[in-house]
């Protein structure tokens, strides 16, 4: 065990690289406005996850054979607990999101309460084919009770706009004047959007915790996003 002084904020490390590490004592006061927005961060691997129901387990051979190993926190580098990959997951308790690379980069992959005996089931139809997750985290502001989230024409919240609280296959299907999002602003819960219609394509998680709720321009969306083109989102529910 290790702890780490940084600006009056006591941070204990449990030696088991793959657990997140938990806040012990806090002085807001203290810490820079810039250090508090970064603990705040959930995609920040050391800032500590709230309390809840989230477990999941993962496996490093298809259909739940080989290594297994339990989480109830996120992961930022499953190679770094001793597996090489996870080719077969069970999501016991809550909503995850799922990363091709290591701290939580690369392709995104929505994680949602059941059994994934190979990766297509969990990578589902992206524009090409992906054969790995490395790091994943809980999506803490997943709600069974309101999501609610605005989409732009253009960058930084400006041009014509649609307030958005369910599930749209078809963003031209319901109005959406063209297949690109500039910006959007999620109020409360959680989104995944995709690239194409029929919730086919790249996935983007979106979270009111997250940037503030504002992704003011595609690249925000992801570190793999490399166009603003959205074509039908859904609410992230548990």
């Known amino acids: 065990m290790s702890v780490w ?16 590490p ?9 810490l820079r406005q810039k250090d508090i927005m970064a603990l705040t961060n959930p995609m920040n691997p050391m800032n500590p996850m709230p309390m809840g129901p989230w477990k999941i387990t993962v496996y490093d051979q298809e259909y739940f054979q080989g290594k297994r190993m339990e ?13 090489e990959n996870i080719r077969s997951l069970k999501v016991e308790c809550g909503v995850w999101v799922g990363y091709e690379h290591s701290s939580f980069s690369g392709q995104q992959f929505v994680l949602e309460k059941g059994d994934y005996p190979r990766f297509e089931a969990y990578s589902g139809s992206n524009s090409y084919r992906i054969e790995r997750m490395i790091s994943f985290r809980p999506i ?7 999501s609610r989230m605005t989409i732009y024409e253009k960058e930084n919240m400006i041009g014509r706009q649609f307030e958005m609280c369910d ?13 690109e999002v500039g910006s959007m602003h999620i109020q ?17 998680i979106m979270e009111c915790d997250c940037h503030g709720g504002e992704y003011k321009c595609y690249r925000e ?18």
């Not at 109830?72 to 190679?79: D, F, H, L, S």
């Not at 803490?140 to 309101?146: D, G, L, N, T, W």
């Not at 599930?167 to 297949?179: I, K, R, V």
């Not at 959007?193 to 086919?200: E, I, L, V």
């Open 5 to 20: 002084m940084i600006a009056c904020l006591f941070i204990c490390f449990n030696s088991r690289p793959c657990l997140s």
């Open 22 to 30: 938990s806040l012990l004592s806090v002085s807001r006061s203290a």
């Open 71 to 83: 989480f109830t926190a996120c992961c930022q580098n499953i190679m770094e607990c001793g597996m």
């Open 140 to 146: 803490c502001s997943a709600s069974h009770k309101e």
């Open 167 to 179: 599930d749209y296959p078809s963003l031209q299907a319901m109005g959406w004047f063209n297949n």
């Open 188 to 204: 409360s819960g959680a989104f995944v959007c995709y690239q194409f219609p029929g919730y086919r394509g790249h996935q983007y």
């Open 221 to 238: 969306f992801g570190s793999h996003a490399q166009t603003p083109q959205i074509q039908s989102i859904r609410r992230i529910q548990h």
